[in-house]
């Protein structure tokens, strides 16, 4: 992210020895440091919370996606079922067709035997 080098890390520190003084020096490097370990906690702290939300997002996700299949499994159901009725009303119907013939028939061959 940033390019520091020695050069650069020298040149700051010659100038915090100049502007804070050589007594106070100590006490801000250990202020700043105790910043730096709150800031970096915070960030790691930010990071579980979003790597929860995403877990808790992708678990969202596998309980909808598992709704949405219960809900195919319950259409498919009814499908079948609708299929089996039409079957069904399709042979008594052909079972019907087939008798009315056979009883047509019946008639016809008592009739030109008269």
Same mark, same amino acid.
């Given at each position: 992210? !940033?390019?520091? +080098? !020695?050069?650069?890390? #020298? $040149? #700051?520190? #010659?100038?915090?020895?100049? #502007? =804070?003084?050589?007594?106070?020096?100590?006490?801000?490097i250990?202020? *700043?440091?105790l910043?730096?370990?709150?800031?970096?906690?915070? !960030?790691?702290? =930010?990071r579980?919370e =979003?790597? /929860?939300? *995403? +877990?808790?997002?992708? =678990?969202?996700?596998?309980?909808?996606?598992?709704?949405?299949?219960?809900?195919?499994?319950? /259409?498919?159901?009814?499908?079948?079922?609708?299929?089996?009725?039409?079957?069904?009303? *399709?042979?008594? /119907? $052909?079972?019907?067709v087939?008798?009315s013939?056979?009883?047509?028939?019946?008639?016809?061959? /008592?009739?030109?035997?008269?």
């Amino acid at each position: 992210m !940033f390019d520091i +080098g !020695f050069p650069e890390l #020298v $040149v #700051v520190s #010659v100038v915090a020895l100049l #502007v =804070i003084g050589p007594e106070k020096l100590p006490e801000t490097i250990r202020t *700043i440091s105790l910043w730096i370990g709150r800031v970096q906690r915070s !960030f790691a702290s =930010i990071r579980r919370e =979003i790597e /929860t939300e *995403i +877990g808790a997002d992708e =678990i969202r996700q596998q309980l909808h996606n598992e709704s949405i299949m219960k809900e195919l499994e319950e /259409t498919k159901n009814t499908l079948q079922q609708a299929g089996q009725d039409v079957r069904s009303t *399709i042979s008594s /119907t $052909v079972e019907s067709v087939e008798s009315s013939i056979k009883t047509e028939a019946s008639k016809s061959r /008592t009739k030109d035997n008269d």
